[in-house]
């Protein structure tokens, strides 16, 4: 079992678009030298096993085309079920976690690179470094609350890392109703909308993943 890290932490020399999330106390702990993967899910499985079935599939598909797995250290629900995945066919994980969260005893330990983090706050920022495309896979309000946090970076020009929301049977289209509600108001430019790239199956998020890699 490998000791957890603690924050501060971390920049991969692979990630791009980061220098306004910068940390001058980062230290050069482990550093990813191949195309990486933050996925933002629900720690509970859904009612609906699709949920659990894409995790799975997302899991052995990332490890298939030699890809890192950066996500935030679960090992329940959709979250446990994409590291374990990707775990078994052989990818590299890299898990963030808070503290408090750890005391909850829910932390997967046994991934690649282990980080604990003190703040919520912090895990996202630490996840978002290491990544070079975001991936949402469905989930509850902590997914939303972190996909929202990269969408909103990317609207103020922080970052051009690409966002992708996995809509598996259709979990999303109540939130993409929303977000053309809050274009069509006038609280967003219609080029919000443009930021997230919705892709409707395991697939396809890979099709356009290799297309952003090459």
């Known amino acids: 079992m490998r000791k957890p890290l603690a924050f501060p932490a971390i920049a991969s020399q692979n990630a791009r678009n980061t220098k306004p999330l910068q940390d001058k106390r980062i230290q050069a702990v482990p550093q990813a030298t191949q195309f990486s993967v ?24 990332l490890a298939q085309n030699s890809l890192r797995l950066v996500y935030g250290a679960g090992d329940v629900g959709l979250m446990g079920a994409v590291a374990r995945a990707a775990q078994l066919a052989g990818a590299e994980t890299f898990g963030v976690i808070p503290v408090h969260l750890m005391r909850a005893e829910v932390g997967k330990r046994d991934l690649t690179s282990f980080v604990v983090t003190e703040t919520m706050h912090e895990r996202k920022k630490v996840m978002f470094m290491n990544a070079d ?16 946090e990269v969408l909103t970076w990317a609207q103020l020009s922080l970052h051009t890392k690409p966002v992708y929301l996995l809509n598996t049977r259709g979990y999303w289209d109540p939130l993409l109703a929303l977000l053309d509600n809050i274009t069509d108001n006038g609280f967003a430019d219609p080029s919000f909308r443009d930021l997230l790239q919705v892709v409707g199956s395991v697939p396809d998020l890979m099709a356009a993943l290799q297309k952003r890699i090459h």
């Open 38 to 61: 933050c996925v933002f899910c629900g720690s509970r499985p859904g009612n609906d096993p699709a949920f659990m079935e894409a995790a799975t599939e997302l899991g052995q598909s």
């Open 133 to 148: 495309a975001i991936v949402t896979l469905p989930g509850g309000p902590g997914s939303l609350d972190e996909l929202f």
